[in-house]
C-alpha cells in the first residue's frame, strides 16, 4: 500500500461529481475534482493513485458530449473508476454496447451481484442502488465482465481486472447506494492501493507555510471577518503566517444575525487578533437595497457594496495588498468556480459577486475544504466551540432570508424570528444535530386576528435541515412539539407576523437558502 497519492475525479459535469471528492477525503484519501482534459497533465505531475470518471448530465449519443484521452491513465496503468456516464463512457471507449433511453430506473433500483470482483469484495448479493441516467450499458466492451445487472437485465457492473478498469451504473458516492463507501473503499485501498492517509486537521502547518510564502514581508493582508466558522479559521490561518500584519475587518452590513457583532468583537480579541476594526454600514446597504427584489440583484448588490467598503477601509491602511476570504469549495462548485462544467446555481456572495475591479490579490486557505473539515481545522486551531458549532450563514446575510424588498420591517422581523429559530432549537439540543435552521420572511401577507381586529402580518417560514456537507440536504422531520414552540414564539414575540410555516423540501429540489 502506498501513502501520500491522490486521486482525480475526471468531473463531467454532474453535481454528483463533487461528492465523489468528498467521499474519497472521508476515506482518508486526498481528491481533487479536475476537467477531463487535464487529467493527462495531472498524471504527468505525478502522485495520482487513480482516476474516477464522474457522472453527468449528457447523454453519450450527443454528438458534442465530454469526453477523455484514455491512453495516457491506460499508459501509466493507473486504475480507473467510471460512474453513471463515466461508465457509460468506458462502454463506449472500448467497445461496449449501450441503448439510449433504455434505462427508465431511475432513483432506487435493485442491484444483483453476478461475480465478484475486487470492487464489489464484501457486498452483499443484492444492494438498493441510487440511478439517475436514460441511456444504457447493455454488452460490455471486449475484456470486461459483467459483474452486476440490474431488474430489468441492464449492465450495473463491470471490470477489466487485468487493466484495472472498473465501472458502475449507480451513485456509490450517495448515501442511497447501501454499501456505496465500501465500493469507493475498495477502489481506493484494494484496487489503488493507497493506504489512508489524509485528514484536514493535518494540513495546518501546510496551509499556514503557503500563505507565508506567497504574502511578501512587509506586505499587510485584511480579512474579512463576519464571525462565522469559515472567515473566523482564515482569520487565525492568515495571522498564524503573517502575525499583526493582518487587519481584520467585520463589516457591520445590518444584516447580520442578533448579537453578531459583539460576538465576533469578544472572540476575535479572545483569539490574539489586534487589529480588528468594525465598519458601521448599516444604514449604507439598506439605501442600496432599497427596491432591490430580485434574488441574484440583491445577491450582486450586497457583494459589490461590500467589496467598497473594503476597499474603502484598505485604502487606509497603508501597504495593504491583499484581501483573505472564507471560500470553501461548495461555494466555488456552486457558484461554477471549480468546474467549467457545473451549472451555475447562485453566485454565492464571496464568489460570484465579486467586482472584477477589486484590485487586492484574493488569499482563499480554505477554498479546498468542505465545511465539516473546516470545522476539523477550526478544532485543531483552538476556535471556541460556539464559533466551530455554529450553523453556516450566507455572506448576504439576513438579505438572502427575506424575499422581495429588503426594508427595515422584515429585517427586523427576519432578525428576531431567526434568534427564537436558534434558542429553541439549542433548547431542544436539536441545535448540533441539524445543518441548519433559520426563518424566512415572505413578500406576501396573512390575514391574522389581534382580539377583534382584522390584521395583515408576514408569513414567516421556518426551515431546517440536515446535510453533510451543504451540497445536498434533507427536510428535517421536526417534533411538533418543538415546532409549536417555536410558531408560537414568533407569532407573540415579534410584532407583524401572522403566519408560521415550515418548509418541507429537501435540496433538490430546493436549495437551502430561499434567495
Ligand atoms: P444553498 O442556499 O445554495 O446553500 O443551498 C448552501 C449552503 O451555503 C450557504 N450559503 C452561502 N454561504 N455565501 C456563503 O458563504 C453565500 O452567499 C451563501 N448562500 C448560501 C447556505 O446557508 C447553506 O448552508
Not at 456516464?85 to 433500483?109: C, S, V
Not at 483552538?382 to 466551530?388: A, F, I, N, Q, Y
Not at 390575514?447 to 381586529?453: A, L, Y
Request: neutral net charge; glycine residues 10%.
Amino acid at each position: 500500500m502506498r501513502e501520500g497519492l491522490k486521486v482525480l475525479v475526471a468531473d463531467f459535469g454532474g453535481q454528483y461529481a463533487h461528492l465523489i471528492a468528498r467521499r474519497c477525503r472521508e476515506l482518508g484519501v486526498y481528491s481533487e475534482i479536475v476537467d477531463p482534459e487535464l487529467v493527462g497533465g495531472e498524471l504527468e505531475r505525478g502522485g495520482v493513485g487513480g482516476v474516477i470518471f464522474s457522472g453527468g448530465p449528457r447523454s453519450v449519443f450527443e454528438p458534442d458530449s465530454p469526453s477523455i484521452d484514455l491512453q495516457p491513465i491506460l499508459g501509466k496503468g493507473v486504475p480507473i473508476l467510471g460512474i453513471c456516464y463515466g461508465h457509460q463512457l468506458l462502454a463506449k471507449l472500448l467497445g461496449g454496447r449501450i441503448e439510449a433511453g433504455r434505462l427508465r430506473e431511475y432513483g432506487r433500483t435493485r442491484v444483483e451481484v453476478l461475480e465478484y470482483d475486487k470492487l464489489l469484495e464484501g457486498l452483499p448479493r443484492r444492494v438498493s442502488a441510487w440511478m439517475s441516467h436514460g441511456d444504457a450499458v447493455v454488452e460490455p466492451p471486449p475484456g470486461f465482465r459483467v459483474t452486476s445487472r440490474s431488474e430489468s437485465g441492464i449492465v450495473t457492473s463491470m471490470s477489466d481486472e487485468i487493466r484495472k478498469i472498473y465501472s458502475i451504473q449507480f451513485h456509490p458516492e450517495v448515501v442511497h447506494t447501501e454499501h456505496g463507501r465500501e465500493i469507493l473503499r475498495n477502489f481506493l485501498e484494494k484496487i489503488c492501493g493507497i493506504k489512508p492517509w489524509w485528514s484536514p486537521g493535518d494540513r495546518i502547518g501546510e496551509i499556514v507555510e503557503e500563505i507565508r510564502r506567497i504574502v511578501p514581508e512587509g506586505e499587510r493582508v485584511i480579512c474579512a471577518v463576519s464571525g462565522g466558522v469559515d472567515s473566523m479559521t482564515t482569520a487565525v490561518l492568515v495571522s498564524k503566517a503573517v502575525g499583526d500584519r493582518l487587519y481584520c475587518i467585520f463589516v457591520d452590513h445590518g444584516l447580520m444575525r442578533k448579537g453578531e457583532r459583539e460576538g465576533v468583537e469578544k472572540s476575535l480579541r479572545k483569539l490574539g487578533v489586534k487589529n480588528l476594526i468594525i465598519v458601521d454600514a448599516r444604514e449604507r446597504f439598506l439605501r442600496r437595497l432599497r427596491g432591490v427584489a430580485d434574488p441574484e440583484e440583491k445577491r450582486r448588490v450586497v457583494g459589490e457594496e461590500f467589496i467598497r467598503v473594503f476597499e474603502e477601509e484598505a485604502s487606509r491602511i497603508p501597504g495593504v495588498r491583499w484581501l483573505a476570504q472564507g471560500t470553501i469549495y461548495p461555494d466555488r462548485i456552486e457558484s461554477g468556480r471549480a468546474s467549467r462544467k457545473a451549472a451555475l446555481i447562485k453566485s454565492h456572495h464571496n464568489v460570484g459577486a465579486l467586482p472584477e475591479r477589486m484590485n487586492l490579490k484574493l488569499i482563499e486557505p480554505l477554498r479546498d475544504f468542505y465545511k465539516d473539515e473546516v470545522r476539523e481545522i477550526a478544532r485543531r486551531l483552538g476556535l471556541p466551540d460556539e464559533v466551530v458549532r455554529r450553523h453556516p450563514f450566507p455572506g448576504p446575510g439576513l438579505a438572502v432570508r427575506i424575499i422581495g424588498e429588503v426594508n427595515e420591517e422584515k429585517l427586523e422581523i427576519c432578525r428576531e424570528a431567526n434568534a427564537i429559530v436558534e434558542e429553541e432549537l439549542k433548547h431542544s439540543g436539536l441545535y448540533d444535530r441539524v445543518w441548519q435552521g433559520f426563518a424566512v420572511v415572505c413578500n406576501d401577507k396573512w390575514v391574522g386576528v389581534m382580539g377583534d381586529e382584522r390584521v395583515e402580518g408576514y408569513i414567516v417560514i421556518v426551515r431546517i435541515v440536515e446535510s453533510v456537507d451543504g451540497m445536498t440536504a434533507d427536510w428535517h422531520k421536526i417534533d411538533h412539539e418543538v415546532l409549536e414552540r417555536i410558531s408560537n414564539r414568533i407569532t407573540r414575540e415579534v410584532p407583524g407576523v401572522t403566519m408560521v410555516a415550515y418548509a418541507a423540501t429537501s435540496k433538490p429540489p430546493s436549495t437551502i437558502e430561499p434567495c
